[in-house]
């Protein structure tokens, strides 16, 4: 797997520790398994034979953000798009997450 992150923080309430966000994702996940035997399903669900071993096209993503430091621990509020998006894949995600990031 080879990934690239950069998230650009923006302190928007100090007083209530509320941050936007800005991010920037490129990466690509590769499998060791170069049999025909095995089938693989891209992120849209659709049957892959022999997973793509090459290092590019990497693929990117890009979004914004609200990080919340609340009371009961940090919260994160995301909204991602797919800047390289495949046939049948998602062209933007939402995602939530609370707790902390390992």
Do not use: C, Y
């Amino acid at each position: 797997m080879i990934v690239f992150n950069t998230e650009l923080i923006i302190p928007l309430s100090r007083e209530i520790g509320l941050k936007g966000a800005l991010f920037f994702d490129v990466g690509k996940g590769f499998n060791k398994v170069k049999s025909d035997s095995f089938w693989f399903l891209s992120p849209g669900g659709i049957p892959l034979k022999s997973p793509d071993q090459s290092l590019f096209p990497l693929r990117t993503g890009a979004g914004v953000g609200i990080r919340w430091f609340s009371p009961f621990g940090p919260i994160h509020i995301d909204m991602g798009w797919n800047l390289s998006p495949r046939e049948g894949e998602k062209s933007r995600v939402f995602d939530f997450t609370a707790g902390t990031v390992f």
